[in-house]
């Protein structure tokens, strides 16, 4: 694996049930953000591209 594809670790103290929980809404929470950014972005020069050349669904 390539040093840029390496994965972070987080410590969690799985025997708390809170801490536990609080990694899922965490980790769940840049997950999501994560996905959700990069549509934008990506969706926002496409859009203005598709309405620039009037190419929709070509």
């Known amino acids: 694996m390539a040093k840029s594809d ?6 969690c103290d799985v025997s708390s049930g ?17 996905y959700l950014t990069s549509v934008f972005l990506c969706m926002r020069h496409e859009i203005r591209l598709v309405l620039k050349t009037g190419a929709a669904g070509s």
């Open 18 to 34: 809170a801490a536990v929980e609080n990694l899922i809404a965490t980790t769940r929470r840049k997950t999501i953000d994560g």
């Open 6 to 11: 390496s994965i972070p670790w987080i410590a």
